[in-house]
């Protein structure tokens, strides 16, 4: 039988079968013996079979016993096994990161890497700007900035308050027969974001901590929520990016205001650092291209240098 995985809890996972029925299931251990370096070989949004085995004639519980290709998927270095990855969800046809201004500050440097990523593996991204209701004209004015930042080099991007709904009715327009990630920070608003857009959903929301300005873990689990005739799949809050299988000679491609001035770069093999002739630095240095955009893309140049996951970021 085969089905979509709608929600994993670690150990076990739902899977949504083609007749319509949710069956909770284990995974056989030889997924981790077949080449897929992952904390989690399985993930939401993944198509599988399920099988039933028995032995003696008696049934011992459904096990997935095979994943179908997947046609894309968001995956991060995982934080405590730096040669596994872990993977978010499979076969999105978009991404939402979740960000905020304040009450936590999302790093640049996070979005971009995030970015990076979704850029490598066909993955498009909507920025959503969350928490408008918090702002200082000084604050409003940082975020009009990034909104305008990123808007430029070709992101979609939504100011909203999920608090009280200011801006998410347009948001949900862009999620109608899709399905999207919702991923971001802990303590950016998904879960109340969620809330607003399912009310039926009451996911758990919790406190920003006062002395930190960070936010609370809330979602435990990846879980797919149906939305109309889409799906919304909702992730655990995530306080670093690493980048994980990206080639050093790849990375420019990745930043696509970088990857455009690389053509004219005097050499093709330029890493964008110090050669003479390098078109990015000059970029860089007319403001062609944000300086906050050339750091990160250097940062995830030190990760192929000293192959490590720096989880400041």
Request: negative net charge.
């Amino acid at each position: 039988m085969k089905g979509l995985v709608i929600k994993n809890t670690g150990s076990w996972y739902t899977v949504l079968t083609d007749d319509g029925s949710t069956v909770d299931c284990k995974i056989k251990g030889n997924f981790r013996i077949k080449g897929i370096r992952s904390t989690n070989p399985v993930a939401v949004g993944d198509r599988v079979v399920v099988s039933s085995p028995s032995t003696g004639g008696v049934q011992k519980g459904l096990w997935i016993t095979e994943i179908e290709d997947r046609r894309n998927y968001i995956i991060r270095k995982s934080i405590n096994l730096s040669k596994q990855s872990h993977i978010i969800a499979a076969n999105v046809d978009q991404a939402l990161l979740v960000v905020t201004v304040v009450k936590p500050e999302t790093s640049t440097t996070f979005i971009d890497r995030f970015l990076a990523s979704a850029e490598a593996y066909r993955v498009p991204v909507i920025l959503v700007f969350n928490k408008t209701d918090l702002l200082d004209d000084e604050e409003r004015h940082y975020q009009e900035m990034m909104m305008n930042l990123y808007e430029t080099i070709g992101y979609e991007c939504h100011a909203i308050s999920a608090l009280d709904g200011k801006g998410v009715d347009a948001l949900k327009e862009r999620l109608a027969g899709k399905i999207s990630l919702l991923s971001g920070n802990s303590g950016v608003g998904k879960s109340t974001l969620i809330n607003c857009i399912l009310p039926h959903a009451n996911l758990r929301t919790a406190e920003i901590s006062d002395a930190h300005h960070t936010g609370m873990h809330t979602t435990t689990f990846s879980e797919m929520i149906p939305l109309g005739d889409g799906w919304l799949i909702d992730t655990p809050g995530i306080k670093g990016f690493g980048t994980f299988d990206m080639e050093r000679e790849e990375l420019t491609s990745y930043f696509k205001e970088i990857f455009e001035f690389s053509k004219q770069c005097r050499f093709s093999d330029c890493s964008h650092t110090h050669e003479p002739g390098c078109a990015v630095l000059k970029a860089v240095e007319d403001h062609y291209i944000a300086q906050s955009r050339y750091q990160s893309y250097l940062s995830m140049l030190e990760d192929k240098d000293e192959n490590k996951y720096r989880e400041a970021f």
